[in-house]
């Protein structure tokens, strides 16, 4: 049996979603709006802005979920068994090996069939 699990967000989640990307657009044209001050503090304050505006979303049910997601997705990053440098350098160097291979069939191909063509037309 299938359960559906209803998703409501409320009205003040909606809100403050909407309060956090008004804020950011806000951040963006005063970025631009102050560009005779220096870069630095309008990179400050849009850096300000952006964490504020993150604030606000990770305190809806949207943000908390993302939020959980990136967690969840950290711990199955550091599961991942990496491969060795000399596993890695084999494998680079065997996807070299068979691109160069195949772009010289692809060029002998292009060739003969380009000297085909020539000389059906002449």
């Known amino acids: 049996m299938v359960t559906k699990t209803e998703q409501t967000t409320s009205g003040f989640d909606t809100l403050k979603l909407m309060l956090a990307l008004a804020i950011l657009i806000a951040g963006v044209v005063g970025f631009y709006y102050f560009e005779d001050e220096s870069q630095l503090l309008r990179v400050i304050g849009m850096l300000v802005i952006a964490g504020v505006s993150f604030f ?6 949207v943000g908390r979920r993302s939020l959980g ?14 491969p060795t440098r000399q596993e890695t350098l084999q494998t680079t160097l065997a996807v070299l090996v068979m691109v160069v291979l195949v772009a010289i069939m692809l060029w002998l191909i292009d060739l003969a069939l380009g000297t085909g063509v020539n000389s059906l037309l002449a």
């Open 56 to 61: 606000i979303v990770s305190t809806t049910d």
């Open 69 to 82: 997601f990136v967690k969840d997705a950290r711990v199955e990053v550091r599961k991942v068994v990496w």
